[in-house]
């Protein structure tokens, strides 16, 4: 049995550096937050080819002198507690005293640093947790870090790197959550030499979001403010109706700290449950301040993950403060008194007609067509004596359910259902269910059938995304194009729309191109990004293509059954609805109580 012995520092440190350094983003993530406990007005945050060959902060923050710099390269050692009950007061990011050495054990680690007061500064180069050397330099008052060549000393880490721009995007994220935290911090981004966003100081979050997100998501925007015993809640959320695909924009924060807080973001989306349909997600940017001992940010190593002393307690304070809010937003929108009405020509009554002419039908706008695409398939019989090889396959010409013969076609309810009369009683069929199943398959079994035809737009759709998605939106481009989206970038995370699938109506390019991005960052872990690029982009196209029209006539149904018989799972839609219900004679007979 091998002995068992102490590792060395170098190794411990590289094996802690796991937990501390997933991704150069997380790099990132330490250096900022020292560089904020540091009291830092400014910081400037600069990353080449996706954060693999140089990270750099600098801040204008307190700074250190020699000895401290030297002792901040060790394990374990903070200035931010002393004793075990400073956890129950904590107020900074950093407190382990892990990142430093963490990071110096991966990379080629250069700190510059200088004091206030302090007549020069110091640099310290550190090679693979190897202290290279320890010299003066000149600086202005603050700290400057540079890692160069991040796990070079452990290959194997840069093999789970992924692409220069994923792994950019994760850097730009982020940067824009403390820029939100700290509105009063002016913030710098650069990528290889190219400036990202440069945000100056700003006076209140709204104006940090309209900085960093786009004008027109801090529109979108309204304030919220509420307080209770121990609990502060402030910040923005989206106004009424306007969702996400995706929780990406469910941004929360615990004393200016970004977490991903399980209780936060179930009562944002309880909150909004009569506000936006089900599947929707809010936007939002919302910080709870609570007493440092309320809360524990010591149960994840990378300080992301929070728990509350009292979760039903803050549950329920934000879910009671959203609700307050936005029925404040439905008591300011609602209409004012009505005028009074426009005198109009009264109708007559039917018997007030002449004789023989038939009743005058109301205004009605008239109805969309069927589908906006109508793909050739084959014909089908108006009877079963017509031969079976003109149907498609499987597709009977009056498609049975079990036990059931023929379908014979009545009516429409309500413009949406189908009624059919069987042999073993009736079946209404949901027409949207249908359409969204038989478009699924098609879009999902031909990706060209999406974008074999394609429409120009005359004033293309300007798009500005978050930088993740804007990765994906460059890796899926090849894709999104073979479906008909032409998409041309336009700056840095801004595009313009100018074709879009023949199916789609332009006002609903926009929104349908964000769902599918958040459906590709959702996107499970298995199966090829082709493969889930495809699926996505035929669920979302299959729910907003259907244009199912006020009339029907039997022909036409026929079609509609035959095609529906005709796909691999007929009995639901792709969101797993039923697409028809059969009402037996004996469930009929027991409504009408007959014997």
């Known amino acids: 049995m091998p002995q068992i012995r102490i590792l060395p520092d170098r190794v411990a440190n590289q094996i802690a550096a796991g937990e501390v350094v997933e991704r150069p983003a997380a790099v990132i993530k330490e250096l900022v937050e020292n560089a904020l406990d540091a009291g830092a007005t400014r910081i400037d945050v600069e990353f080449w080819e996706g954060g693999r060959a140089l990270l750099r902060v600098e801040d204008n923050g307190h700074g250190m002198g020699r000895d401290d710099a030297l002792l901040a390269l060790e394990r374990h050692a903070t200035s931010k507690i002393a004793e075990a009950a400073d956890l129950d007061r904590l107020t900074s990011f950093g407190f382990r005293g892990e990142a430093l050495p963490s990071i110096a054990s991966v990379a080629r680690f250069t700190l510059q640093t200088r004091a206030a007061g302090a007549e020069s500064g110091t640099e310290v180069l550190v090679n693979g947790g190897k202290l290279v050397q320890v010299r003066e330099c000149g600086r202005p ?56 966003f440069r945000s100056p100081e700003c006076d209140n979050l709204a104006e940090r979001v ?39 924009e469910m941004i929360t924060f615990v004393n200016t700290r970004p977490v991903d807080s399980r209780v936060l973001t ?9 506000s936006l349909p089900k599947g929707r997600y809010p936007a939002a940017f919302l910080f709870l301040d609570c007493d440092p001992a309320a809360v524990d940010v010591n149960v994840h190593p990378t300080k992301r993950e929070v728990r509350f002393r009292s979760e039903a307690a803050v549950r329920s304070f934000v879910i009671r403060s959203i609700l307050g809010r936005l029925r404040e937003l439905g008591a300011a929108a609602a209409p004012l008194p009505a005028a009074a009405p426009i005198a109009t020509a009264p109708r007559l009554a039917e018997s007030a007609l002449p004789a023989g ?88 079994a031909d990706p060209g059938a999406g974008g074999a035809a394609s429409q120009r737009l005359l004033l293309p759709i300007p798009l500005e995304l978050d930088p993740i998605a804007s990765a994906l939106l460059v890796d899926r481009g090849d894709f999104l194009t073979a479906q008909g989206f032409a998409v041309v970038a336009f700056g840095r995370n801004f595009f313009r729309l100018e074709a879009v699938p023949a199916w789609m109506e332009p006002a ?55 095609d529906l018989f005709a796909t691999r799972s007929p009995l639901t839609s792709p969101a797993g609805r039923p697409t028809y219900i059969e009402i037996t004679h004996s469930e009929l007979a027991r409504r009408f109580h007959k014997p």
């Open 141 to 196: 008052v603050g700290t400057s870090i540079a890692v160069e060549h991040l796990f070079h000393p452990v290959p194997a880490r840069r093999k789970f790197l992924k692409s220069d721009a994923a792994e950019a995007a994760h850097i730009v994220h982020a940067v824009r959550l403390y820029a939100l935290a700290f509105p009063h911090v002016a913030f710098s981004l650069t990528e290889d030499r190219r400036v990202i």
């Open 210 to 248: 309209a900085e960093i997100f786009g004008a027109a998501l801090a529109e979108a925007m309204t304030p919220l403010e509420a307080a209770e015993p121990g609990l502060r809640l402030r910040g923005l959320i989206g106004r009424p109706g306007l969702g996400r695909s995706s929780r990406h």
């Open 266 to 274: 179930t009562a944002l989306i309880e909150g909004y449950h009569a």
């Open 357 to 444: 002419r038939p009743p005058i039908p109301p205004l009605a706008e008239a109805p969309a067509p069927p589908f906006p695409i109508a793909l050739p398939r084959p014909g089908v019989p108006d009877s079963p004596a017509r031969a079976a090889d003109d149907r498609p396959a499987g597709a009977p010409a009056k498609p049975a359910s079990p036990g059931a013969g023929p379908w014979r076609w009545l009516g429409l309810a309500h413009g949406v259902f189908a009624l059919f009369e069987t042999p073993a009683g009736l079946i209404l069929l949901d027409r949207r269910a249908v359409h969204e199943r038989i478009w699924y398959e098609r879009l999902q």
């Open 508 to 562: 609903d390019a926009e929104p349908f191109l964000r769902d599918l991005l958040g459906s590709f960052r959702e996107g499970r872990k298995d199966g090829s990004p082709l493969d889930l690029a495809r699926e996505g982009l035929a669920r979302l196209a299959a729910a907003r293509s259907v244009r199912a029209a006020a009339r029907a006539d039997v022909p036409e149904m026929d079609q509609l059954v035959a």
